[in-house]
């Protein structure tokens, strides 16, 4: 019998995802679901250093991370799977040509509807009210229960309940996971942050596989993950 290749429910990985998932074998991932660097050079200008949401997220000057692991999640991914990738309006066309380039056929372009504006030119633009959620398959999975439309609303997470400066809500990641997974299934989130994607999998009874490049954030999801697992410690040793 082949060894299973994650051994934990819960298999995070502290460093490149690049690196990580060459070393993983085709097609043993059920569903990506991920928000990677918007290639915006995002920098928050409500904070200031020393707090840790002042820091630019690593690899946002440009696309090219996500150009480089589209390919791996496409080879990882199972036939009739999908991937939902979280992107900026204002690259958004971008990164639908690359999804597309690597394969995969993009279904939609969920709008996330945060349910409230955020700041930026308060006198010279419209509030910011949605981020788009990409939605691509390899090959024709099938939706899991209702099949939604393409807004999803859920409030964004208040401002002193976050653990990432870019967090998106646990209930959205559910829906994501819900919709195009089966219980016992292996998520993949190469860009898991503070670890969101991983507890949407611990409440919707995923396997979850997580990296993250940032020591300070790799250490908040470790300690997030470890307090939200019902079973204690549930996780490969990978750090």
Known sequence: MTAPVFDMPLHIHHG??????????DACIDLVVT??????AYKTGRRTEPHRFAREIENDLDLSVVEAVVPHLYRLLKDDSACFMFCAWKRQ???????AGGGFTVKNRIVWDKGTTTAGD????????????????KGAPAIRGKRWPDVWRHMRVSADKLHHQNEKPV???EQAVLSMSDPGDTV???????G???????????DFVGCEIDSGYFGVARDRLDAESAQGRMFAGLW
Request: aromatic content about 12%.
């Open 16 to 25: 490149d995802c690049i690196d990580y998932l060459t070393g993983l074998p």
């Open 35 to 40: 928000d990677p660097p918007y290639g915006i």
């Open 93 to 99: 066309d971008e990164v639908a040509e690359i999804l």
């Open 196 to 206: 969101s994607t991983g507890v949407a999998c611990l409440n919707c009874g995923r």
């Open 122 to 137: 308060l006198k010279g633009a419209f509030g910011y009210q949605y981020e788009v959620l990409m939605f691509a398959t």
């Open 171 to 173: 209930p959205l990641l």
């Open 188 to 194: 993949l989130d190469p860009f898991m942050g503070s």
